[in-house]
């Protein structure tokens, strides 16, 4: 059920557009870049850069992140929404590009980028008060960041979720170690390793969003939420639970990867890479050779990090395994495959990266581990 060869070049072109559209610098952006009201006890976070897809950059972190720490402690505020601007995207991606420049000229602002974007994901993560993400349109990398460590996140039929890191050499960050674990059996093992993309009702399905509200009703769901006085999680709940269930846009149709959860299931379990490949040749299946030939597309390296950071992430908490992502994130930094996925799918284009190491078999523990290694002073603890 993946997409052919051409469509998948076409998704990973726009995945250099999302990725590719900012520079690193902090004082990148502008004054615009991310708005801020207060709407009754509602404060809103709309992220205003609908031409580059509302992707993030430093600008737009380095604000928000104190704007909700303000409202965590205003007794005022009772709840946030945090949602995109134009038609086409929540925010689909982070400054990925930008990282990459910053990382080969040893600027410490690649690191700065992670360790500032990872704090936020963190508050996120730990609001006591309602956060409610409304995830229409594209959602990938940073976006899902934004989103899936709140309490409430609202698809629409114009959702796409994916968590496509393996396919430049990185992994799935973000906190992604976190969530993705949690999901139903080995359902984020593969999308981690895979990138499948969810659409629609299948964010739902996948258990990534909470509620499923047709897109043209979401300014009148927030206006009613605006409208709540001091609410808490019940009234807030019921709200999201009335457009959920007015809702009748693909009511009645099956998760896309239900043929495959048993397969995705049964082949995903292993704690290696290469026994996952050893799992799916093995099977032969239609289904299962066009995910292998997937795999093998993707950096080596990044498949088995991304497949311990999972393993241990589904035993860490939140701030724990933001923290691990750091040092993962520094090693990528001080690495190969990054900047050589980066130069294929966001600079040159080609589409046709050479990892090195080149194999799974050439990727030995030692790299793997270095990966997870203590940064000492470096250390981002919660």
């Not at 992604?176 to 990138?195: E, S």
């Not at 090693?331 to 080149?358: M, N, Q």
Request: proline letters at 4%; charged letters at 25%.
């Amino acid at each position: 059920m993946l997409v052919s060869r051409s469509l998948r070049r076409i998704s990973l072109q726009r995945v250099s557009v999302i990725l590719g559209q900012m520079r690193m610098s902090s004082t990148a952006g502008t004054e615009e870049d991310a708005l801020f009201e207060k709407i009754n006890s509602t404060g809103i976070i709309t992220l205003n850069r609908p031409k580059a897809l509302n992707a993030l950059d430093f600008s737009m972190v380095k604000k928000i992140t104190p704007k909700l720490k303000e409202w965590c402690e205003d007794p005022s505020t009772s709840v946030v929404i945090i949602k995109g601007s134009g038609d086409k995207a929540f925010c689909a991606g982070g400054d990925i590009k930008a990282v990459t420049e910053a990382g080969k000229a040893g600027d410490p602002l690649a690191g700065e980028f992670f360790k500032n974007e990872y704090i936020l994901n963190h508050t996120i993560g730990t609001m006591k008060k309602p956060y409610i993400a409304f995830i229409h349109g594209i959602t990938m990398g940073g976006g899902v960041g934004l989103s899936v460590h709140g309490r409430y996140r609202v698809a629409t039929e114009k959702t796409l979720f994916a968590m496509p890191e393996t396919a430049i050499g990185l992994f799935p960050d973000v906190g992604g170690g976190y969530f993705l674990p949690r999901l139903d059996g080995k359902l984020g093992i593969y999308l981690a390793l895979t990138g499948y993309r969810l659409k629609g009702r299948d964010v739902l399905h996948a258990g990534v969003a909470t509620h499923f509200v047709e897109a043209q009703k979401l300014p009148e769901l927030e206006q009613e939420l605006c409208s709540l006085q001091s609410p808490q999680h019940a009234q807030v709940q019921q709200v999201l639970q009335k457009f959920h269930q007015q809702c009748s846009i693909d009511a009645d149709k099956p998760f896309s990867l239900a043929p495959h959860k048993s397969s995705i299931d049964r082949l995903f379990e292993a704690d290696t890479v290469e026994a996952i490949f050893q799992n799916l040749e093995q099977d032969g299946s239609e289904w299962a050779t066009k995910q292998l030939e997937t795999l093998k597309k993707m950096s080596p390296t990044s498949m088995k990090i991304t497949l311990r950071q999972l393993i241990e992430g589904a035993k860490l908490t939140l701030g724990n395994c933001l923290s691990m992502e750091y040092r993962i994130a520094e090693g990528c930094i001080r690495g190969h495959d990054f900047y050589e996925g980066v130069r294929a799918v966001l600079i040159e284009k080609d589409h046709t990266p050479k990892w090195s190491p080149a194999t799974l078999e050439e990727v030995d523990e030692t790299i793997v581990t270095s990966h997870f290694r203590p940064l000492g002073k470096q250390e981002l603890l919660f």
